[in-house]
């Protein structure tokens, strides 16, 4: 039988272990010797061979080691960057969520690149604005508070200017301060703000906060104004703070009196994994091609800053289809980036002819300059809630931190869900074991909701516009004895 070769083969690497290693010693020092030797763990020769056994196993180790780091499939960290970047593909860092925080003051107050603000907790991640001398302006409002600061006299007219519609009220015998606040906003009509008034102070809020509107007044004094600024997180990942629980400023300024967030952040993402950036080497040469719906959808991913996910269906019959595409066009579900952006993408990887298909649109330009729109959906959000019952295994012991280990594993591992991607909860049963020792025992359920409903160990279904979200205050995790 022909001797087994170790090192670089045909076959790839095959590396020489410890057992064949000692034989290997022992052979060839008895051969030298002409004799039989004794190789037991009490002889001298056994006790040498077994040292010097130890240091060439780890130098074969680190010989494989050293070759899986040429190759993607094979390769960690800093090697698996290096090999897929002989492909062009390169590690996606991790990118910071940004959000517009409506700040309250004086009109007329600077809010400088650089402000700070964040929650009023200890630990709570910065937000920067990153706005160039942005103001508190009554031109640019999300929100005004107003009241009359004298009393009102009978004959005395007062005056409100919104986006260039200008109302009056003149003031009657017996009218006070709320009858007159009354009389001007019943004047208008708003369909995307409204008007809220108590304790003879009127407010005017946008239903999204995001959005602006002018104003001005004569008779009646503006007390506060309310504008949108955008701040980044100073920490980069996938942060997404609670809606109004930004409101500390850290970095005062006069005249700048409070802030919320009250729009939806934009979550950016976490560095990419191994596991990640495995995936995206291996679909490569759909980035390099066109025409494909993968090839859309790698582009997308890797192109489009702030994109977690994508996923792009076809409908290639002449009619439509059951899920509502028209006949020979494209619908790319797309999770996180900005709309021209990620139009951009799809204009640039699909084919001439077909069709574009979504509630959302962006615009792209082409190589003429003509713009062209692109349409495409937004995945709705399915908030997943996650109960998880440990049971002790004695032979191990389960440590002090082992609660919010297992929470933040399943945490990591929901993160990893992609659009159209069903919740297999037995997939997260590894990701509990893997996260400590000592557990004996899983019972997880989970339920869907804005609110929890009744937890079940089934499965949950997601459809292809949908995508299951896990969030820390929607994860239970406690032992069985407690």
């Known amino acids: 039988m022909a001797e087994t070769k170790y090192g670089l083969t045909p076959e790839g690497f095959k590396r020489k272990r410890l057992p064949e290693i000692l034989d290997s010693l022992n052979k060839r020092v008895a051969d030298k010797l002409g004799m039989e030797i004794q190789t037991g763990s009490n002889s001298i020769f056994g006790q040498l061979h077994g040292i010097y056994a130890y240091e060439l196993a780890d130098l074969w180790e ?125 004047q208008f009509s708003f369909t995307d703000k409204s008007f809220t008034i108590a304790n003879d102070t009127m407010t005017l809020a946008m239903a999204d906060q995001k959005n602006t509107f002018s104003i001005a007044a004569t008779g009646i004094s503006i007390i506060e104004i309310g504008s949108p600024v955008h701040f980044q997180c100073s920490t980069a990942g996938a942060i997404d703070p609670a809606l109004n629980t930004i409101t500390q400023i850290l970095t005062t300024y006069a005249g700048w009196h409070s802030v919320a ?43 489009v800053e702030g994109v977690t996910t994508c996923r792009v269906y076809e409908n290639n019959t002449d009619t439509e289809d059951d899920d509502g595409r028209p006949p020979h066009s494209i619908e790319a ?26 509630e959302e649109s962006g615009v792209a330009v082409d190589s003429q300059g003509i713009a062209h729109t692109m349409h495409f959906n937004r995945p709705e959000q399915i908030k997943v809630w996650i109960k998880v019952v440990i049971g002790e295994n004695p ?76 969030d820390a205050s929607r994860i239970e995790v406690t032992k069985q004895d407690e």
């Open 333 to 358: 579900v797309v999770d996180g980036g900005l709309n021209d952006a990620i139009a951009q993408q799809i204009w640039n990887r699909k084919a001439g002819g077909i069709d574009t298909w979504g």
């Open 395 to 470: 032979d191990e012991t389960f440590p002090t931190a082992g609660i919010d280990e297992i929470a933040q594993a399943i945490l990591d591992k929901g993160n990893e869900q992609e659009v159209g991607q069903d919740v297999i909860l037995q997939r997260y049963f590894s990701a509990i074991f893997s996260a400590t020792t000592g557990v004996g025992y899983i019972s997880l359920t989970a339920c869907t909701g804005d609110v929890a409903g009744s937890y079940t160990t089934n499965n949950i279904e997601i459809n292809e516009r949908q995508i299951a979200v896990f």
């Open 261 to 303: 967030n009250n729009v939806a952040a934009t979550v950016g993402r976490d560095a990419e994994s191994d596991i990640s950036l495995r995936q995206r080497w291996s679909s490569s040469l759909y980035d390099r091609a066109s025409a494909m719906t993968d090839s859309i959808a790698a582009a997308v991913y890797s192109n």
């Open 62 to 186: 680190l010989a494989q080691n050293v070759y899986n780091a040429m190759y993607p499939n094979t390769a960690e960290g800093v090697s698996l960057s290096n090999a897929a970047a002989l492909a062009g593909i390169t590690l996606i860092d991790a990118e910071r969520s940004s959000l517009i925080a409506t700040c309250y003051g004086d009109n007329g107050t600077l809010i400088p690149y650089g402000a700070q603000i964040s929650a009023s907790d200890a630990n709570a991640t910065v937000w920067t604005c990153v706005d160039n001398n942005i103001y508190i302006d009554s031109g640019k409002a999300s929100y005004a508070s107003i009241q009359i600061a004298s009393d009102v006299s009978e004959g005395a007219q007062y005056t409100l200017t919104i986006d260039g519609v200008q109302k009056s009220y003149t003031a009657k015998s017996g009218d006070d301060k709320a009858t007159v606040l009354v009389g001007l906003s019943s």
